[in-house]
Structures are given as structure tokens and as C-alpha cells.
């Protein structure tokens, strides 16, 4: 990437974008065993590679790989929601059966069973 001075506006600014999906692209791939920033992060991405052909039909190889990475760092994210939501299933019965759990927890740790969130009780 090469700021010369005879390149537009419009050229440099989407060297700028395609570099920044690349960089976003990256991050949402290494995030991929969170749940919600690879989604974040692929979709920025996305959006970044496609605004950076600046209306043009092609996008330059910066642009490209921020756009692959972008949605496999995407499909990452859907892939472990996925996977959270069905092991929230099974190992608990659902959301009820979650926050039973936590409930049960907190009580053998020492918090008070009428009001588990008011933490200001127990200082």
C-alpha cells in the first residue's frame, strides 16, 4: 500500500478501508472462540471490503482478505453460539435450569437467598 502523490481521494481512502477490514478480519478470526466478537468484527469487516471498491467492480487483494477472514470469523462466532446454545440445553434443561445453577451457587458460597444481587449487604 502506496501513498503516492498522484493517487485520488477516493484511491487512498480505500486503500485505508480495505486495510482496515483486513485488520478487523484478523480479529474477528482470532476472536472465533467467543460468541459475540467474531459476529461484530466479521461483519465490520465485511462492510469495510465491500465500501472500499469506492464503486468499482474489483476489489484489491488487502480488501479480499479482509472480506474471506471477515465472514469465516463470522461463521466462527455462529458456529460457538450454536454450540453454547446446545450445551446450555443439555447440561441444564434451558435457561431456567441455568439460572437454578447459578442460584444454587450463590447460595453455597454465603449470599443472602432473599436478594442474590445486592452485594452492598454483604460489605
Same mark, same amino acid.
Given at each position: 500500500?502506496?501513498? +503516492?502523490?498522484?493517487?485520488?481521494?477516493?484511491?487512498? !481512502?480505500?486503500?485505508?478501508?480495505?486495510?482496515?477490514?483486513?485488520?478487523?478480519?484478523?480479529?474477528?478470526?482470532? %476472536?472465533?472462540?467467543?460468541?459475540?466478537?467474531?459476529?461484530? @468484527?466479521?461483519?465490520?469487516?465485511?462492510?469495510?471490503?465491500?465500501?472500499? !471498491?469506492?464503486? +468499482? %467492480?474489483? %476489489?484489491?487483494?488487502?480488501?479480499?482478505?479482509?472480506?474471506?477472514?471477515?465472514?469465516?470469523? =463470522?461463521? @466462527?462466532?455462529?458456529?460457538?453460539?450454536?454450540?453454547? @446454545?446446545?450445551?446450555? =440445553?443439555?447440561?441444564?434443561?434451558?435457561?431456567?435450569?441455568?439460572?437454578?445453577?447459578?442460584?444454587?451457587? %450463590? +447460595? +453455597? =458460597?454465603?449470599?443472602?437467598?432473599?436478594?442474590?444481587?445486592?452485594?452492598?449487604? =454483604?460489605?
Amino acid at each position: 500500500m502506496d501513498y +503516492e502523490p498522484n493517487k485520488s481521494y477516493i484511491e487512498m !481512502r480505500s486503500a485505508g478501508m480495505s486495510v482496515a477490514s483486513l485488520v478487523l478480519g484478523i480479529i474477528g478470526l482470532s %476472536m472465533g472462540c467467543c460468541i459475540y466478537p467474531p459476529i461484530i @468484527f466479521g461483519s465490520l469487516a465485511i462492510i469495510l471490503a465491500l465500501l472500499s !471498491r469506492g464503486g +468499482e %467492480m474489483h %476489489m484489491n487483494s488487502y480488501a479480499k482478505a479482509g472480506l474471506a477472514l471477515g465472514i469465516i470469523g =463470522m461463521a @466462527f462466532g455462529a458456529l460457538f453460539l450454536i454450540y453454547s @446454545f446446545f450445551t446450555l =440445553m443439555a447440561e441444564f434443561g434451558g435457561i431456567d435450569g441455568y439460572l437454578h445453577y447459578i442460584e444454587e451457587l %450463590m +447460595e +453455597e =458460597m454465603g449470599y443472602p437467598s432473599s436478594n442474590p444481587y445486592d452485594v452492598y449487604d =454483604m460489605l
